[in-house]
């Protein structure tokens, strides 16, 4: 590849969230290391093969921290004897600080006020695009590790992301202005918790939402755009087998239609053009406030 590829074409190829990504470059220096000029850095060639290994072995139940040592070496041997896939209710995540770690311990003893406490504080003391980033996604991506290795912590991620929800809709919504952004899963789409994340960040800075949540048929979403004129509209999608883009092509006939639509989550691949691709939480936030 001559050019590099963006954190979301590497997400995209892996199947993985770019949370995770980030999340792996933050703590073990998985980033990419192509650069050009005025430009942020793309991922080559050789940084795709290391996180292809980090993918493989984290899914094979190595604690993330070890596949990055395996990753990053020169011959990528086999983990070192004595690493299994895992056991018990530990939440792996890696070399993250002391909040993170008391966050996991939380979810991992379904202590749901332990966890409502953590989390509310982190979004008072740094709000809700920061606490998300670093205190929810490691952990929720930590239990997501956990359970490919070992098929266990359903119960510990129900209640995390309802405890997570809760918090978030705790945060007070505007009310003096119309909501002018629409937020919606895809058709059969059931992961609603990072539409409800963006919802509770515009709502801290003044911008009203509509949220449909899980499992919004193609035709409902049209229906609803065209009874609230929203100016943006997100719809999220965790999974490939819930991003039809044909749901995408239905907002984009609709006339009038919203200033922007956006396909957002790891789920999307190629989009129609005149669909938008925010990348995180943070750069779909960035979108909405330039056209809201």
């Known amino acids: 590849m001559t050019e590099g590829l963006t954190a979301g074409d590497v997400a995209r190829r892996l199947g993985i969230a770019v949370t995770t990504l980030r999340t792996w470059h933050r703590r073990y220096g998985l980033g990419p290391g192509g650069h050009a000029p005025r430009q942020h850095r793309r991922y080559t060639d050789a940084d795709v093969a290391r996180l292809e290994v980090m993918r493989r072995l984290t899914g094979e139940g190595v604690p993330a921290a070890e596949a990055a040592r395996v990753a990053l070496g020169p011959g990528r041997e086999r983990p070192r004897s004595g690493i299994r896939a895992g056991g018990g209710h530990a939440i792996p995540v890696g070399r993250a600080g002391p909040a993170v770690r008391g966050l996991a311990r939380a979810a991992a003893r379904l202590d749901a006020e332990a966890m409502a406490q953590a989390i509310t504080a982190a979004v008072r003391s740094d709000g809700v695009v920061a606490a998300w980033d670093d205190l929810i996604c490691p952990v929720l991506t930590g239990v997501g590790e956990r359970h490919a290795a070992t098929r266990q912590l359903v119960e510990v991620e129900h209640l995390l992301s309802r405890t997570v929800a809760e918090v978030l809709a705790a945060i007070a919504r505007p009310t003096a202005r119309p909501a002018r952004v629409l937020l919606a899963c895809a058709d059969d789409e059931q992961h609603s918790l990072p539409i409800e994340a963006l919802a509770a960040a515009l709502a801290e800075r003044g911008v009203g939402t509509r949220v449909l949540g899980a499992r919004t048929p193609p035709a409902a979403l049209q229906a609803a755009v065209r009874r609230t004129g929203p100016t943006a509209v997100f ?55 330039d056209v809201v």
């Open 235 to 289: 719809v999220w999608s965790q999974a490939p087998d819930t991003a039809d883009p044909a749901q995408l092509r239905g907002l984009l006939a609709l006339r009038p239609r919203p200033v922007v639509i956006a396909a957002v989550g790891p789920g999307w691949g190629e989009v129609p053009a005149g669909v938008v691709r925010p990348e995180s939480l943070s750069d779909a936030l960035s979108t909405t406030l």
